[in-house]
């Protein structure tokens, strides 16, 4: 069974630009959840989606956007970037949401110049 | 709002020892899990706790869940290089029912292990 995907590996952008980011989760996996990983802040939850649909939301700006297709693949999107949203973004996947039941893949490094 | 403090910060250990690191918090937490994370990898789920007092192995790796449910330790026995990684622990936060909960997490113990 293939893990969770993520798409790209890596990006460099610059700041006031903005960013796509695609993860798709394991097969028969309907919810997926979006960090943000720095070292001075750690993992922060940025939003969880099930079935289309967004069921938690994190403490981000409204510049963090997401949305999930009928695949359940979904895609984060951060506009207006600045240098402070350099990051990795790590999605998890997993059947219905439960937290001790995800399975994360291996992330995205943004770097904002 | 609610905070994981995780110790220490890093260790650095020589292969075969034992290794001890812990996760507190203010507030109460009904659910502990321990995680650890490989350069350029996602965190991997190690083992889960869901009752104060719970003692759970998986391995060489042992968890308990604090009897306060405000805190939580995590011991490696007999460290081999493999085990180095930065450990995590996290809980579900509080204000928000059933499965939809989004996690709290501390900032790490880094390991480093000697041969």
């Known amino acids: 069974k293939a893990g969770v995907t993520q798409t790209p590996r890596y990006l460099i952008k610059t700041r006031g630009q903005q960013v796509t980011l695609s993860c798709s989760p394991i097969s028969g996996h309907r919810s997926v959840s979006w960090y943000q990983q720095t070292p001075g802040q750690g993992l922060q939850f940025l939003f969880e989606?099930?079935?289309?649909?967004?069921?938690n939301k994190g403490n981000f700006p409204g510049r963090f956007s997401g949305r999930q297709f009928s695949n359940s693949r979904s895609e984060m999107n951060v506009s207006t970037l600045e240098l402070g949203d350099s990051a990795l973004y790590l999605c998890a996947s997993s059947v219905s949401g439960r937290t001790d039941t995800q399975y994360f893949g291996p992330g995205t490094r943004l770097t904002v110049l | 709002g609610q905070q994981l403090n995780q110790s220490p910060q890093s260790m650095f250990i020589q292969e075969g020892e034992d290794v001890s690191m812990n996760c507190t918090s203010s507030s109460i937490f009904n659910t502990w899990l321990w995680y650890k994370q490989d350069p350029g990898e996602g965190p991997v789920l190690l083992i889960a706790l869901y009752k104060a007092g719970e003692l759970t192995s998986n391995g060489r790796l042992t968890a308990q869940f604090g009897i306060t449910r405000k805190d939580s330790f995590l011991n490696i026995s007999a460290s081999i290089p493999s085990d180095v990684g930065i450990y995590f622990c996290a809980g579900p936060s509080l204000g928000s029912a059933g499965n939809n909960r989004k996690l709290i997490w501390g900032l790490g113990t880094s390991l480093a292990v000697n041969p």
């Open positions: 989606y099930f079935s289309e649909t967004q069921r």
